[in-house]
């Protein structure tokens, strides 16, 4: 209920500057466009339960509030957070009378991935049935956050963070509610946007705080920047954006972009990654994308996650800083890995095959009348150090697991490998 005083209390420029309208809504005109998905919902007049997944301040709330304006459908607002299995039941009692009555409910779930699975479960009746249309807000992937039950009955809109054309629009909106432009010379303002990391509802709230300035020289960087907080990194290091940054980081390893890798690896710190962890990738990217290709890649990352390790934080991050420059500049190969993988599935498969018996120590008389050792040509005693003997599982036969690139140190490891093929197979 609205209290007798409440139009007189001061309002945030944020709220003051909701939109009204979907057709108001920036930044996200791939979801509400008329041929969009939203957008051919509303045309129709028909809902469907959504899931509505996008970074902080991008509208999901606004977009929820004005889908249900746009259908009829009363608004039933629930944060995941602060609501229970108590609040659920009031609403799905209350939307069950509107039904009878003949009017819908639009349920929007705040933070719907806060809900554990029973709470999450309880929604199914009432969506299946209508008794509510879903709406569900998150800012975690929908696939590993929600119950698969449910999101089989949703739909998943992906919002995008807003872009700089959609950001401008906003910081002209409300210079125009206001009736003066923010006293920011080109380069703050630009800096103003860059703070702001895509998220409309901290852009106005920063743009509150400089118009609170009232008339002042316009300021420049410095002085936007004594005036307003440096936003933290978007960045949860048990969530999706620590595996999305982990796996941009090693994708442009594989990918030789120096450059690429070096930005992505600043993001991981500048969030509070913890470095060990980025250590870590890092050996293991040695040995799985740059192998033999390059020997030294795996003591380089090994001497810098040390180096790491005794300099600390923050000068030790340089050393980490250049094994990801060697790492992205080597000659890259994965053949050890396919390698080993595939010795794995074949010693899998052929079980318990037992060593050929010429290859086997007959340290006792027994196992010399057992043939241990028989036949057994000692590698040093020809004039290649190379006998060419089989050392597979009887009936195995020989495989093939290693087939080193043409890159790096394995063009040599492929000579080698080429030169005893011959040898073995001679008359």
Known sequence: MTGLFESQAPRPLADRLRPQSLDEVVGQDHVLGAE???????????LASLVLWGPPGCGKTTIARLLAEATTLEFEPLSAVFSGVADLRKVF?????????????????????????????GFLPYVEDGTVILVGATTENPSFELNPALLSRCQVLVLKRLEEPALRELLARAEALEGRSLPLAAEARAALLAMADGDGRYLLNLAEEVLSLGAVEPLDSAGLAAVVQKRAPLYDKGQESHYNLISALHKSLRGSDCDAALYWFARMLA????PHYIARRIVRFAVEDVGLADPDALTQSIAAWQAFERIGSPEGELALAQAVIYLATAPK??????????????A???????PP??????????????????GYSYDHDTPEAFSGQDYFPEGLGRQSFYNPVERGFEREIRKRLEYWSKLRNRP
């Open 36 to 46: 969009a998905p939203l957008g051919r919902m509303v045309a129709s007049g028909r």
């Open 93 to 121: 009692e209350r939307a069950k009378q509107r039904r009878l009555a003949g009017r819908g409910t639009l349920l929007f779930v705040d933070e719907i991935h806060r809900f554990n699975r029973a709470q999450q479960d």
């Open 333 to 346: 190969s994965n053949a050890a890995y396919k390698a080993y993988g595939a010795a794995r599935r074949s």
């Open 357 to 374: 018996a010429h290859i086997l120590n007959a340290p006792t008389g027994l196992m010399r009348d057992l043939g241990y050792g028989k």
């Open 348 to 354: 899998a498969e052929s079980g318990s095959l037992a």
């Open 271 to 274: 969030g509070g990654e913890d």
